[in-house]
């Protein structure tokens, strides 16, 4: 009790329990009997005063109003002690010894005092049939009691005024009141037996034995001073008025407890009956008496008994009035059972001991019984909502008391199941319809569990909508109802701004119809889709979310509503991103790294074996490096490695992979080269001297002017014939070979490749200077007609090498087109045939034939073409109908209109058109009819086979019947064999040239084989 003390009030009682201690050891020391009667005032005035301030402080922390009414009054009757032993101790100061004694009247406060408190605490909480028995018992007990006393206290010698005897007897009968009070609340109220509160009865007992035995020493004229009795009413004072300051009382729960309450309050009567009769008994035993106190003797015991006769009546008319009431509320009670049982509410009523009387078939269900009567004279405490008993027996008290209903409220209960209910309540008290004394408790309950889990699915459903994701509800037609504050942050629309529309205002316009498709497919089949969307927020900015989808179906299993969640992974993206990049890319220059050069080099190869398609894999270094990072610093050297980047990747096609390996090394993956390993070499090559080219260019850096080259090693790929490692090695060794060769230098692995690379390379840069050595020449093949008569020839060209001897056109013809030295050889081959029509002029055999000469694409393409044809034909002095330009079909068809605008400029010349290798590409009848072409050329493909291939044939039947219905004429190149002259013969073609005429000649053989007879 002292650990749950508040520290004032337990300095307080260690100060009042030092004072009486000081003074029990100044007795026990002291022989003068004027310093043992000091002490002993010091010990009784330091324990009154103790229980007097302690009692104050209990009246300061009092709370609740009754309880505070209560401690008044035990303030009251401890302050009343303490200042009557103040006006003692002033009298024995004067020595004043009359009794009774001013500080008598003062000392008779505490009785009463806390003779009433204790009654109040008892009225408080019983009802006021159950207040007039408690009254009875008090009564009873207290005239028991003080006929006892009268008998064992009562001086034996001596005779006593009325007035004192009247003190005497006050001082013990004024405690043993209260302390019988006490225990008759115990029962009556049914508290928990507290050491506090046994404290506060025994601490009054021993002050009414304490009290009642020092006025017996001082009746028998012996030495009161420092008496022991004395000692301990110091004691038993400042107990109780320790217990006082922290008044409180706790009421029992156990059913125990209850039914042996009831018994000792049944028992109380008769118990106070035998007191009684005790006194008697020993006031005929002690005839020393005085008439007086056997006469109150004999007369508090008659009055014992009849107050237990009435007490005992009393019980009898609360039985009668109880089955009286219950006979009454049976006779309407039929009707009030029909409604309660029949009521969708539990419903029960219970007694003033909170006991139950009855209630109906769904309140007893709950309890896990099968019937009402089953309950009938259980309390909370037998059910299986025990652990709440108490809860339920404090509302129904507080319902009794005070008189008020309590309507709904809520309150949780245990299922016999084991299951926690909620339950929502309401108590009204129940009343004697004819004294209106309350005699119960009525309750109704529904179970409202159902609800109280809906709520805290809201609570949770609306703390989840308030969440960091987005949330979007639309009706089954898409059509929006809610959205919470994250979709408003995320989106930048508003709620009222989406409300009422449907989620299509989000679309980017990334994703196409059958994406949407597929997703309310989904939803369709499983009521879910998940998947990440870009979408576009208010402000227009497209951005990337994850969203999960639910369609939330009602009971019918149709769909209601649709719930969208989704979060903007904008971050993640750009994470995700970040990390590819460091993964995947060079941080310097942005460029692939070798990571993901290895990656895209087998998607290379695997595309190749797809295709048949080579590829090429090149190795770039750059040429003394190393210097600018010795000379301008390692920063100087990035800036020239960034500039190198962007060269390399305007240089390259779009489809071409350039990566970096570290440092100044680079790698190139070219793709769809040529099928012809020669040929992609070729390709290869001139892609490798475009870069060697573009990265010799001066490098300007800040103030800096920097020149470097490059050296490249090329390795050809077509499939899986090496794996990437090696091809890597090769293509690296290949660039140090470059290395070895001086540098800005390119080299092939392949040592063959490399070897027609040497000497093609050899070959162009003698052709650079071929036309000016005059190593060209003109050969002519004549072409006939059906009668075998010459009507002209086509001119070839032929280079005669000094020491690789004759070089064919189709070995030296496309380098003079890649490096525009076709320009000028096509004009000295116009020049060379101009000026041999010229010569024929005046040789009447050879006057009328005409020269075809190949015009290349390049040369076609100069702006002053037609001038220049113009100006060889002046010059000459050749006439321009001898003079037939022949086109390819890629010359005519890639800029038509321009193409017809020269040929017709020349037509007004004279100078005659023939379309070359008809029907190899994809002429267009459309334009064909606009050109002004005077003859059709049928390629030597179709003539071939065409004795034998009826493809072949119907092809050339074809091209014969369209040129003749266009009004052209048709000559047939590659005419080997009579059959195939024949069979144009027959169709309609009668020109023709091949070696069944006569093979490519120079001038002198052309002109002899013309000269000659025919066999």
Partial sequence: MLAHLPRLNLIVFLTGLLGIIIGTAGIGLSSDPAWIKFFDNVHWTSGTTAAAVLAWLGLKSSGEQGNRYVA????????????????????????????PSPSDFFYLWLGPCLTIGLFLEIRRNLRRIDWLAALLDVLSLSIASLTLVLVIYLPKQGDLDPLSMAVLVSYPVSLLIPACIGLIMIPAIRLRILSRFTLFLVAIAVTAWSWMHWNTLALKGLTVNGAWSSISFSIAILLAGLVVSIWQLTYTSSSRCERTYEAILRMLPIVSVIMASAAIIAAAAMPESQSLASSLTYSGAVLVIILAIVRQSQQLKDRDLMLAAQAEALKTGELLQTIIERAPIRVFWKDRESRFLGCNSLFAQ?????????????????????????LYRADDRKVMASGMAQLNYEEPQSSPDGRMRWLRTSKVPLSDTQSG????????????????????ELRIAATTFQSQEAILITNADATILRVNRAFEEITGYSAEEVIGKNPRILQSGRHDAAFYQAMWSALRDTGKWSGEVWDRRKSGEIYPKFITITAVYDDRQQVSNYVAVFTDISQRKQ????IHKLAFYDTLTQLPNRRLLMDRLQQAMAATLRSGEHGALLFLDLD?????????????????????TRRLKSTLREGDTVARLGGDEFVVILEGLSRQQDEAATQAEQAAEKLCHELSQTYKLDDHE???????????????????????????????????????????????????????????????????????????????????????????????????????????????????????????????ACTQLKAWQHDPQMRELTLAVNVSARQFRQPDFVAQVQRVLLECGARSSSLKLELTESIVLENVEDTISKMQELKLLGVEFSMDDFGTGYSSLSYLKRLPLDQIKIDQTFVRDIATDPNDAAIVDTIIAMTQSLGLNVIAEGVETEAQREFLDSHGCHAFQGYLFGRPVPIGQFEESLKRPEP
């Fill in 72 to 99: 008044t009054w035990f303030f009251s009757g401890l302050a009343g002690y303490a200042l009557g032993q103040l006006v003692w101790d002033g009298q024995a100061v004067l020595q004043y010894r009359q009794f």
């Fill in 437 to 456: 004394e309350i005699i119960g408790v009525l309750g109704l309950y529904e179970d409202i569990t159902e609800r109280k889990t809906a709520e805290e």
């Fill in 706 to 832: 920097h020149h470097t080259t490059a050296s490249i090693g090329i390795c050809l790929f077509q499939g899986h014939r090496e794996n990437m490692e090696e091809l890597l090695k090769h293509a690296d060794m290949a660039m140090y070979q470059a290395k070895a060769a001086g540098r800005n230098t390119i080299r092939f692995h392949d040592p063959m490749t490399q070897a027609a690379l040497v000497k093609r390379t050899a070959i162009a840069a003698d052709l650079r200077h071929a036309l000016s050595k005059q190593q060209f020449q003109l050969h002519y093949q004549i072409q006939m007609d059906t009668q075998r008569r010459p009507l002209g020839a086509e001119v070839l060209l032929r280079w005669e090498h000094p020491t690789r001897g004759f070089i064919f056109p189709d070995q030296f013809i496309p380098m003079a087109e890649e490096t525009g030295l076709i320009v000028p050889i096509g004009l000295w081959v116009l020049e060379t």
């Fill in 624 to 644: 003394n490096f190393k210097t600018i990072n010795d000379t301008l610093g390692h920063a100087m050297g990035d800036r020239l490695l960034v500039e190198v």
């Fill in 366 to 390: 709950d309890a896990g019984y099968t019937h009402p009567a089953q309950l009938t004279g259980k309390s909370d405490f037998e059910m299986a909502w025990k652990d709440q008993a108490g």
């Fill in 575 to 578: 994470s995700e991103q970040e």
